[in-house]
């Protein structure tokens, strides 16, 4: 049981999950590449427009294909946030890169491509941009730059899955692109992810690498009469039930978006008065670009603050976390030679941001509760009791 009455992730059943689960078991078909993963690529090609995508069993995963794919070796130099999970660093040190960390932008919390001329050096392989709390990079200016230079795009986009850059979904403007569905993402199915390929070029290989290095995809196009095994891979594909699964989530894909807009405006409109009033910053909202939703955090004005405030919704049941711990300032990265104050926006970030409750099924008494405990450490009861905010309505405090 989960100690807190409003936890910071629940995952949900939004439609068919379990009898699709069924399904597969009574087809004779819960390994990899079944039916319902076929029809998840399906639908995710169709719907982002990309040329191919394979289904895998984590993002993680998916980000060590698209290091496989680019043929990263030895000494071969990967850029990237510090700002950022493990995996994304791992997919690319299992191949024996250099990692050439740089900063984020204050108000995005994405790599700075104001940084990355200088960060670049005669073995720069690739960029990896990570896509933010669903907030797309600066992807023309990244594209540019890597074209110039001759460089691979491996977007991560772990958090990013439907937003979009102008009008491209992420995930389909880079060379490669790495989804999540994990079960803290939008769109859930335990662990999973896949890999959107988005150039002719990487399709075969990527197929022969998610078959473990064999060429059993051609085997089943009838293209070869037998399969061997031809080039190094792993076994990225997942189960058909997990698969399953996340098909029927995927069928919902525009339901969970709008309710997860909902829960973000919510949110947004009910403490913008304590940005308005300095308390607080609260995440940036871009009219041109559509984004996912995936999260909500504020940054508060210090580390002291932020631990004392995660300790009052503790105290009343309710769960915020703070994110990523730099990269740069972790054993591996100290190791690598990187040391406090070469990233100083990512050190500030990591020690200020605080993440609140967001899943599909967080109720609007549960949203109150959250910001009014928010209103009530920082001592703005009385204001907030003047002010109508929320969409007309009040939280009583």
């Known amino acids: 049981m989960n100690p807190y009455r409003i936890p910071f992730n629940k995952p949900f059943i939004i439609g068919r999950e379990l009898d699709y689960i069924r ?38 995963a998916a980000l060590e294909m698209a290091a496989l794919l680019c043929d990263v070796q030895q000494g071969d130099e990967v850029i990237l946030p510090s700002f950022t999970f493990v995996s994304t660093a791992n997919a690319f040190c299992l191949r024996g890169a250099k990692l050439k960390f740089v900063d984020i932008n204050p108000h995005t919390l994405n790599i700075d491509e104001k940084q990355l001329q200088a960060a670049m050096g005669a073995s720069t392989k690739i960029i990896v941009p990570v896509h933010y709390a669903g907030v797309s990079c600066e992807m023309n200016t990244i594209v540019e730059i890597a074209k110039k230079q001759g460089l691979y795009v491996v977007e991560d986009v772990a958090q990013g899955v439907s937003s979009k850059y102008e009008d491209k979904f992420l995930g389909t403007i880079g060379d490669l692109g790495a989804f999540s569905f994990h079960e803290t993402k939008n769109f859930i199915c335990g662990e999973g992810g896949a890999l959107c390929i ?41 189960a058909d039930i997990v698969a399953a699964f996340l098909y029927a989530q995927l069928e919902h894909m525009d339901e969970i978006n709008k309710k997860r807009k909902q829960i973000f405006d919510y949110y947004y409109d009910s403490l913008f008065l304590l940005a308005q009033k300095g308390c607080i910053t609260l995440p940036m909202c871009s009219q041109d670009r559509v984004n996912n939703n995936h999260m909500f955090y504020l940054i508060l004005k210090s580390e002291k603050m932020r631990t004392s405030l995660i300790e009052h919704l503790k105290m009343k049941g309710i769960m915020a976390v703070f994110h990523y711990m730099p990269l740069h300032l972790s054993k591996v990265g100290v190791a690598m030679g990187y040391g406090k104050g ?20 967080l109720s609007l008494e549960e949203q109150k509760s959250v910001i009014q405990e928010i209103y ?22």
């Open 23 to 60: 399904e597969a078991i009574l087809r004779g078909h819960i390994a990899g590449n079944g039916e319902f993963t076929r029809k998840c690529q399906s639908l995710l090609e169709e719907k982002f427009d990309c040329k191919k995508v394979l289904l895998t069993t984590s993002g993680t």
């Open 198 to 238: 988005n150039k002719e070029q990487f399709i075969e290989r990527a197929e022969i690498i998610w078959e473990k290095g064999t060429n059993r995809s051609q085997f089943f196009k009838g293209t070869v009469d037998k399969y061997t095994w031809v080039d190094i891979g792993s076994s990225f594909l997942p």
């Open 342 to 361: 070469d990233f100083p926006v990512t050190e500030m970030i990591s020690k200020t941001i605080l993440r609140l409750p967001f899943y599909y099924e």
């Open 376 to 397: 009530t450490f920082l001592g703005c009861k009385d204001i907030f009791k003047a002010t109508n905010v929320i969409h007309d309505e009040r939280i009583k405090v």
